[in-house]
């Protein structure tokens, strides 16, 4: 018999609803927020270096401001639930 050795990554335990009280915590103010199981083709986190899969979610800035600017990214990591990154979207324009 010819026993073959397989690595199985099991589910990563934070969960979308998980991601999104994580993001809540990190902004001081209400809003809306949107979840993404990738990462949304607008926006750019340049520097981000991980290979956790990861949440990307969409977020409100503290300041109430009319101004116009990119959107907050926050990246959670879907294994240990981690903020990795916490800033601009890079998506303006």
Do not use: H
């Amino acid at each position: 018999m010819n026993s073959q050795v397989t690595n199985i990554k099991s589910f990563p335990p934070i969960t979308k609803q998980c991601a999104l009280e994580i993001a809540e915590r990190a902004v001081s103010r209400g809003g809306q927020f949107k979840c993404y199981s990738q990462q949304p083709k607008n926006c750019n986190t340049y520097g981000l270096k991980t290979n956790d899969p990861c949440w990307y979610v969409i977020a409100p800035w503290n300041e109430e401001s009319n101004v116009l600017r990119s959107s907050r990214l926050i990246v959670i990591s879907r294994v240990t639930g981690e903020v990795l990154y916490n800033g601009s979207a890079q998506d303006e324009g």
